[in-house]
């Protein structure tokens, strides 16, 4: 790995206005290697471009005179009040974007009041994570061929007090991902997965029937995360899951899938209140989480921007990022009229 620039820690953030300025200026702070594992999409990237130009494309219709004064941008998940509605996706390997890795993105969520659910590849241990929380925290599993040791793993974030289980179900194996190959991608010697062994190289399925078996001993609820089809989401409520995750993986996994903005609206269609539906995939903007929920969404998580925030500036990184996106989503609010999360239905959305 090349060296952590000097001053890494102490950078100053105040130039950094928007989520986009995150990621323009986290190129001059990882190494090529970890901004294109970070960066890129699968293929030939037009899910990536999708996700965001789904979001731009969508106009929103402001109601004027009605009493913005008291915000509230709080949201229930689970029996858990969180008070706005915007996560950390999991994502791999912080260890790899700042040498504090993982404990200052849980540092991070608390500054930001943010719940944080953190990967399976996690380079530090979930325990450690666990005891610098002040946030909820939630887990997600990548179910290994070894349905013992996943079992274990399960339980164990369970024990650390970890809410919920977000399983990933949208990643048989990792998608064509050429910029990843062309960096020549490998984890430096000192960075480990404490949790995960190996590289994802399953040779087992993973299907309904193994959901089923997760939830015969969770005690945690169980979400699926990667839905983009209604009819998976159908399934899913029939097999119990307590919540959905709208994904396309960011883009990373199969190329040219809808944007998860353009697939939400039927799956809120099909599952018809009956489970909450969460969505990821190009959340830049507070206008984007206003548009996510006024289409179904009850929350949403942010993946790459924090890996940028977290080498901009560790941290305080993760928190501006958090910061930032929370405060334009209570702007969003102001100036479409909507005082609470429940006011923002489609009505919010010019037809
Ligand atoms: C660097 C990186 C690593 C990721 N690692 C994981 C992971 O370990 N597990 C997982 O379920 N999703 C992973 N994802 C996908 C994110 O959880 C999320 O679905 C996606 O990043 C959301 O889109 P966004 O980056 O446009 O916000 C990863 C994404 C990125 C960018
Ligand atoms: C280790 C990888 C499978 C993590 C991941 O989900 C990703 O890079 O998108």
């Given at each position: 790995m090349e060296a952590i620039p000097p001053g890494a820690l102490t950078?100053?953030?105040?130039?950094?206005?928007n989520l986009f300025d995150f990621e323009e200026s986290a190129v001059d702070w990882m190494t090529k290697m970890a901004y294109e594992y970070v960066a890129s999409g699968a293929a030939d990237e037009l899910t990536l471009r999708w996700n965001r130009q789904a979001l731009d494309a969508i106009r929103l219709n402001p109601t004027v005179l009605?009493?913005?004064?008291q915000l509230d941008t709080s949201v229930s998940l689970f029996g858990t009040r969180l008070s706005h509605p915007i996560l950390i996706a999991p994502t791999a390997y912080h260890r790899l974007m700042h040498p504090e890795g993982e404990l200052a993105t849980v540092r991070g969520a608390g500054a930001a009041s943010a719940l944080y659910v953190v990967s399976?590849?996690?380079?530090?241990?979930l325990a450690e994570i666990a005891q610098r929380a002040t946030q909820p925290l939630w887990f997600q599993l990548y179910v290994r061929d070894d349905r013992a040791f996943t079992q274990n793993l399960i339980q164990e974030a369970e024990a650390l007090g970890y809410r919920a289980l977000c399983i990933?179900?949208?990643?048989p194996t990792p998608g064509v991902r050429n910029r990843e190959h062309r960096s020549h991608f490998k984890l430096p010697d000192?960075?480990?997965?404490p949790h995960m062994g190996g590289p994802l190289v399953e040779k087992k399925p993973l299907t309904w029937k193994d959901i089923e078996w997760i939830q015969s001993f969770a005690k945690t609820p169980v979400l699926l995360k990667g839905i983009l089809n209604p009819d998976d989401a159908e399934r899913a409520v029939e097999s119990g899951v307590s919540g959905i995750i709208v994904s396309n993986h960011g883009g990373r996994n199969?190329?040219?899938?809808?944007a998860t903005i353009d697939a939400l609206p039927r799956i809120t269609e099909r599952v018809d209140q009956r489970m909450p539906i969460l969505l990821d995939g190009g959340i830049r903007r507070g206008t984007d989480v206003l548009k996510a929920i006024a289409l179904g969404a009850s929350a949403v998580l942010v993946g790459k921007p924090i890996c940028f925030g977290l080498a901009c500036g560790g941290a305080e990184g993760v928190a501006k990022v958090l910061q930032i996106l929370q405060h334009e989503l209570e702007l969003a609010m102001a100036l479409t009229g909507r005082a609470t999360l429940a006011g923002i239905d489609r009505s919010v959305i010019w037809q």
């Open positions: 950078r100053d953030l105040s130039t950094l206005l009605t009493d913005v004064s399976s590849f996690t380079t530090t241990p990933t179900v949208d990643t000192d960075v480990r997965t199969l190329d040219t899938v809808p």
